[in-house]
């Protein structure tokens, strides 16, 4: 029902910044659940940060302070801000839709901080 497609991994120095972008296919005005996950390697993956239709936010514990998820439903994107950036953050970053408890993963884009 929706395709994503993230963009903006890079390679980036610790302490840095990066946004990381997620376009969808249509519309994402009826999706109440915008979000981030991220997989290191020989990891499972984990929760990054959730934007609710309504306009909360969730963020994991490692995130807060540092990264600040946003939506733009007319353009229908949903971003990643990231400061602060620690090696312990490289990972594939993938976006995800929830439309009636059925998950949607993005392709993901690699995210590298080096020390």
């Known amino acids: 029902q929706v395709q994503l497609v993230e963009s903006g991994g890079a390679l980036v120095q610790a302490g840095g910044s990066l946004r990381l972008s997620c376009a969808a296919s249509?519309?994402?005005?009826?999706?109440?659940?915008m979000g981030w996950y991220r997989q290191a390697p020989g990891k499972q993956r984990e929760f990054v940060a959730i934007s609710s239709g309504d306009g909360s936010t969730v963020y994991a514990d490692s995130v807060k302070g540092r990264f600040t998820i946003s939506r733009d439903d007319a353009r229908n994107t949903v971003d990643l801000q990231m400061n602060s950036l620690k090696p312990e953050d490289t990972a594939i970053y993938y976006c995800?839709?929830?439309?009636?408890?059925?998950?949607?993963w993005g392709q993901g884009t690699q995210v590298t901080v080096s020390s």
């Open positions: 249509r519309s994402i005005r009826s999706i109440n659940s």
């Open positions: 995800r839709a929830m439309l009636t408890t059925k998950p949607y």
